[in-house]
């Protein structure tokens, strides 16, 4: 599943302290004011400058427990602000969709900067190449599960990358190809069972993988498949079945988790609702 960060608590004052303005509050209004005072056509200005005040913005919406968390979720970023998910969507939002933009911005290297483009950029335009070039750049699993979730899934090109990716040896490429499939199951409404049931066997053949993004993008892929439909269930339930009584420590765990879920009560129950539902 895409990765965030989580969001700063707050906490109220009483009494007379409650009407001075403390650190923590005066730094949240300074962070509302960069984004209040961001001009309306700021996609008019030059594309340097528009990347210098996204960052800027980013720079201003970050915080110590934000940069923390990177660390407690496993992420790994060589230049990160630390600024949360919530925060993220506030400026992308405020940037709207712009290509352009999106690819200035990956280039800066910075982590929420490559996370902001996820919403930035505009699907119909992201090419192949790209997403190839991009991919090569992830990481780590926030930026990874981030941009298949929110951006790749809903490119023309996405069906082709998860054949492509899922026999890459970079840990985060072949990664990509089965978050992206786990996203597709999750997203695309207009496919039917067809093509899922002809990535089972991608599935399968890298659930022996022991690397831990691997085994757990494969493992998030079975599931999703299997929760998708009926016919589906049972065809991940035969791959989880024989993933679990495999030889390999990595296929088991994923056979088995996905067993687990997939044969659930309350997975079954929605399954059968849906159908029930489709045939009303």
């Known amino acids: 599943m895409p990765a965030s960060t989580a969001r700063q608590k707050s906490g109220k004052r009483v009494g007379k302290a409650a009407t001075k303005p403390g650190p923590r509050k005066a730094r949240g209004g300074a ?3 960069v984004l209040a005072q961001a001009p309306a ?15 800027s913005s980013l720079e201003n ?19 990160a602000f630390g600024v949360s998910m919530a925060n993220i969507q506030v400026l992308a939002k405020r940037l709207g969709r712009n290509h352009a933009l999106a690819a200035a911005l990956w280039d800066t290297g910075w982590y929420e900067a490559r996370m ?4 930035v950029d505009e699907p119909e335009r992201v090419t192949p190449a790209q997403m190839d070039r991009w991919c ?6 926030g930026i990874c599960d981030t941009v298949c979730f929110h951006l790749f899934d809903r490119t023309p090109h996405a069906w082709a990358k998860v054949s492509q990716w899922s026999n890459e040896p970079d840990e985060f490429v072949k990664r990509a190809a089965f978050a992206l499939l786990a996203c597709l199951a999750a997203h695309d409404r207009g496919a039917g069972d067809a093509p899922f049931l002809e990535c089972l066997p991608l599935i399968e053949s890298a659930a022996a993988d022991e ?9 998030w892929a079975l599931r999703m498949v299997g929760r ?22 990595a296929a088991r765990w994923v056979g088995k988790g996905a067993l687990k879920e997939l044969t659930s009560p309350a997975v079954i129950r929605r ?6 539902d489709a045939v009303g």
């Open 136 to 141: 090569r750049d992830f990481d780590n699993w």
């Open 31 to 33: 962070r509302r004011r």
């Open 271 to 276: 399954l059968g609702a849906r159908r029930r």
């Open 228 to 249: 998708r439909s009926l016919a589906l269930n049972a065809a991940a339930v035969e791959v989880a079945r024989r993933l679990s009584a495999s030889p390999e420590a």
């Open 61 to 79: 919406m970050s915080t110590r427990r934000d940069r923390e968390n990177l660390v407690r979720f496993g992420i790994t970023a060589s230049k």
């Open 211 to 219: 690397r831990n993004f691997v085994k757990k993008g494969v493992s």
């Open 41 to 55: 056509n700021a996609a008019q200005r030059p594309l340097d400058e528009q990347v210098q005040a996204a960052l």
């Open 116 to 119: 902001l483009t996820s919403f």
